[in-house]
Every structure is written in C-alpha cells, then in structure tokens.
C-alpha cells in the first residue's frame, strides 16, 4: 500500500504546503509508512497525479490536501479504478463534502485519517467531468465558482466569502431561460437555479438536501424558480437549511438518475466548485464508482 498526498497550494485561505509537509513526514516517518508526497502546480494537476497514480496498477490510497475542488480533482482522477482509494485531508475554504460525517473535525487529523475504514460512493457525471458533491446551474453556479475570487480576502473565508459572492451575483441578475428534461418531462421557463445533489453540504454550510445519499444510485434535483431581489433572502434561508419543502410553489425536488439542462447560451456550471461552461448540460450518475475511506468510527446519515 503506499500513500500519496496530493497537496494544492492554491486551497483554502493561504498557502500550507509547508504545514502539510511538516505532518506528514512526522507521522508516516513515525509509522514507518510508504508514502509520496506530490504538490499541483497548476488546475487540473491534482488530477493528472491521480489517475497516474490509479493507472500504475498498484494499490493507493490518496489524500487530497486541500478543500472541495481538490478533493474533486483527486475523485475525478480515481474513478473508476479499483486500486485506488481516496479521502481528503482537510484544508480548504469549505470542505464541505465531509460535513456529511458525524464528526468532519477529523479529517483535519492525519493520525485519525490513517486508521481508518472504507465506503463506495457514487458520482456525478456531467457532460465530460465528474462531480463528488454537488453540481448547479445559475445564480447558485455563479457564486459557487466565484467565491475563489473573495476567499483570500481578509474576513472573507469560508462562509463569509460565500455571502460576499451571493451579493455580487445577485445584483448582476437573478435568474435565466432554461429547459430542463427529466424522464419524460420538460420544464421550460425561468429558474434561478437548478441544484443536483449528491452529497448535503456545500457553499461554507448550505445544506440545501439533507436526506441526500451519495450511496443510493439518484440524484436529489432542486428546481428555483424565478423570484424576485425582495425574495431573494426568504428563498434562500430557506434553501440553505434544508427547508425547501415550505416553499413548494418556488422550490421543487425531484429524485432521478439523470437530467438535461438546455441553456440560451454558454453558462457557468459548478462541480464542487470548479468552473465550467457549456451550452448543453448532460448530468447523470457516473457508471464509475469511487472508493472513500474515512477515520473509524464515523458514520454519515
């Protein structure tokens, strides 16, 4: 077995490559573990590193050291691949996909990491990418992928940035024409945003699914409708906590394995708050699988 940490510089609020480094040689050294230590240099690195990794043929369990978008990095680069298992080493903005744990303060501990038991989750796939967490479309999308720009800010991490891009977004414009197909329906109007789960948390707490498994084969949709600025606040207290049910005729749930989303025009599109763009949106659960481990003894719900 040998252990690779995978470590973006670029995650969270400062640079911690260092602090990484320092721990790891420390307990592995102290362990007597096999291990490699790898740092991206650029977006799209991590991957590469794990699917290099995954392709070897040898086992691995990798570690993404950083927050969301490094752990979906590490993800989309071992799906699929049965030799490979992966976590996240806490250290991002959000590290969000954890919180679905009873006690996520773990994956912040190297020693609790190593000792640790195993899970397959499923994963999203939308059009040519994979998504762990969550994926959306619209003004969600939009302050998901823009948080990156105020996180690094001083008071601005972790949920606060996400606020700060919730009130740029929200004056640039609200919602957007699109046509979403599922099964044998088509939905063709405003929405302000469209949210696919897989896992619960995201955005710094928003918990929009809280009965979401990212191990039961569907997906769990939320369908916006278009509100307007004055019930902006009202819609998405309302959707960060979970509570989109009190809002039936603005948010509605749907439960599938797959969706299209049909946009007027190249639009952004958040996996676990990576940036993409496309006109034509494809999202359904991936055929791959991922392998997770976690610390023992946590469970999820």
Do not use: W
């Not at 007597?32 to 977006?43: D, L, N, Q, W």
């Amino acid at each position: 077995m040998i252990h690779l940490f995978i470590i973006n510089p670029a995650a969270g609020s400062r640079d911690r490559t260092a602090d990484y480094t320092e721990k790891i040689e420390e307990i592995c050294e102290a362990r007597g573990i096999t291990y490699r230590i790898e740092v991206s240099k650029a977006p799209g690195d991590c991957a590469r590193i794990a699917r290099k990794a995954a392709e070897s043929g040898e086992e691995y369990r990798i570690y993404a050291c950083g927050g969301d978008g490094t752990l979906n990095e590490v993800a989309s680069g071992a799906a699929g691949f049965d030799n490979v298992a992966v976590t996240v080493y806490s250290g991002g903005s959000g590290n969000d996909f954890v919180k679905l744990f009873d006690k996520p303060e773990a994956f912040f501990d190297l020693e609790k990491l190593l000792d640790c038991q195993e899970t397959v989750f499923d994963l999203i796939r939308c059009n040519d990418d994979y998504s762990l967490n969550i994926c959306s479309v619209g003004l969600d999308a939009r302050i998901g992928t823009d948080v990156s720009n105020y996180k690094r800010l001083p008071l601005l991490h972790g949920f606060k940035a996400y606020v700060a891009s919730t009130v740029v977004n929200v004056i640039k414009g609200i919602s957007e024409h699109y046509v979403v197909k599922v099964g044998d329906e088509t939905i063709d109007a405003r929405q302000t945003m469209i949210c696919i789960c897989n896992g619960r948390f995201y955005g710094g707490g928003f918990n929009p699914v809280p009965e979401a498994d990212p191990a039961d084969g569907m997906l769990d949709v939320l369908l916006v409708k278009h509100v307007s600025r004055l019930q902006v606040p009202v819609v998405i207290g309302k959707y960060k906590n979970g509570r989109y049910k009190e809002l039936p005729k603005l948010i509605r749930h749907l439960k599938t394995d797959s969706l299209q989303i049909l946009c007027d025009k190249p639009t952004v599109i958040n996996l676990d708050g990576e940036l993409r763009r496309a006109e034509t949106v494809n999202v359904r659960i991936a055929d791959e699988k991922l392998r997770f481990f976690y610390p023992r003894g946590l469970t999820y719900q």
